[in-house]
């Protein structure tokens, strides 16, 4: 259910990312210039704004922004026929360990105020660039159709791999009796 619920199985095209990705900063935009609309006017009316006034709806947009955009980044990865739980989870720990890096040499951060090296924005700029441009693999387990072999050349026909589907011995070992381990 975590699969569909963050976009685990989920695929989403290269347009489609990228318009719902514009859509995505459209509305964090609105959502942010809300909050802010709001704290002016709850200032400008003689009231006192204080931190934990203005805490709530910031972490908010900023969560709402978050799982969208982890939502987008996995089901366009699943599209291109990565495995979202091995990349997303390799991308957060090199961020992690590139801000720890930039945080104990400062000389090798990018500026004084970033907490990322060189080598992090280069992963990140290759990154998201393969996630706008990068084309979509094929749809489930199975390869696309390649075509026969047959000697001088194509003939025009399509073939599937003939290697049998992994499920299938496990069919037959259930429907022989094996199932859960017990025995007769």
Known sequence: MLGYLF??????????????????????????????????R??????????EQLGWPVLVIAGIFAVATFMLYCMRIRDIGWDPVVVV????????????????????????RHQA??????????LTLALLFWPSGYAGDEPPARP??????????FS????PAAPTSRIARV???????RGK
């Open 175 to 181: 429907a022989n009796g094996e199932f859960g381990g």
């Open 42 to 51: 709850t200032v400008r009316y003689g009231g006192a704004l204080t931190v």
């Open 7 to 40: 976009g685990f199985n989920a695929r989403i095209g290269r347009l489609q990312y990228f318009l719902a990705s514009i859509a995505l900063a459209v509305v964090a935009t609105l959502m942010c210039m809300g909050a802010a609309s709001q704290a002016y």
């Open 148 to 157: 026969r072999d047959t000697g001088g050349g194509s003939d025009g026909f």
């Open 160 to 163: 599937r791999n003939g290697a």
């Open 117 to 126: 090296t060189a080598v992090g924005a280069f992963v990140n700029l290759g």
């Open 89 to 112: 989870v390799g991308w957060i720990a090199f961020t992690i360990i590139d801000g720890l890096i930039a945080s104990k040499f400062p000389a090798w951060a990018i500026g004084t």
